[in-house]
């Protein structure tokens, strides 16, 4: 067990709808990236945030949305949905620090009908 | 900008033999290396990482990977393999400032009884 929360495990869903996946990162872990992983196009990452505020983004789409509460759980919201976003979506937290290795959740795993 | 390439897409190998799992990185900067591995149906779990020092870094489960600069390679070794050792394997890098992990395409090893 990592430490780190994610939930729904699973979600199916209709194109055009609109879910959110929750992450709660592992304890004094400051920071949380989402991850999109499919089989196409492997683990990339979306976002990055530290402490409440966005530190980094990748390849995440304009219907795609995040931020991190003052209790440092995370919210990733997918938005109008297609079926190329069906794909599991991985949060991982790590402390502050350049040296320091990022531990992921178990995934939601999001289909998209 | 900073990428990951694994050559091996996927590898067959009876138990016993021997295992190495090739990684390159562009990125002409300082790095840290990670080999993180997924067993099926599971998350991501650290294999194990490299930072500074010593070259040769040893991680859980018998697993090794030895950085060298000059051909910008983390391989990743086992001189035995069990029936276990089937999962997907991900080497990644974190490189300047930057905090995110940069994952390669990953490489499914299934080890034959």
């Known amino acids: 067990d990592s430490g780190v929360t994610q939930t729904p495990k699973h979600l199916i869903t209709a194109t055009g709808q609109r879910v959110t996946l929750r992450c709660s990162p592992r304890s004094g872990d400051l920071s949380v990236y989402w991850y999109q992983q499919s089989l196409d196009q492997g683990l990339q990452f979306l976002i990055q945030?530290?402490?409440?505020?966005?530190?980094a983004k990748g390849n995440i789409l304009e219907r795609f949305s995040a931020q991190q509460f003052p209790d440092l759980h995370s919210e990733l919201n997918l938005s109008s949905l297609e079926l190329g976003d069906s794909a599991l979506y991985f949060c991982a937290s790590s402390v502050r620090g350049y040296n320091s290795p990022l531990h992921f959740g178990n995934g939601t795993r999001l289909t998209v009908t | 900008a900073q990428s990951v390439s694994q050559h091996n897409h996927h590898v067959i190998l009876s138990e016993a033999a021997s295992l190495e799992l090739g990684c390159n990185y562009s990125y002409g900067g300082t790095v840290n290396l990670f080999w993180y591995v997924q067993y099926p149906g599971q998350h991501l779990q650290l294999l194990l990482k490299y930072f500074s020092g010593d070259p040769l870094v040893k991680g859980i489960k018998g697993f090794e990977a030895e950085f060298i600069k000059s051909k910008f390679s983390f391989n990743l070794r086992k001189p035995s393999v069990q029936w276990s050792d089937t999962a997907e394997y991900f080497c990644?890098?974190?490189?300047?400032?930057?905090?995110?992990?940069?994952f390669g395409a990953g490489t499914r090893l299934a080890v034959h009884p």
């Open positions: 990644a890098l974190k490189g300047g400032g930057y905090n995110k992990l940069i």
């Open positions: 945030y530290y402490n409440g505020e966005e530190r």
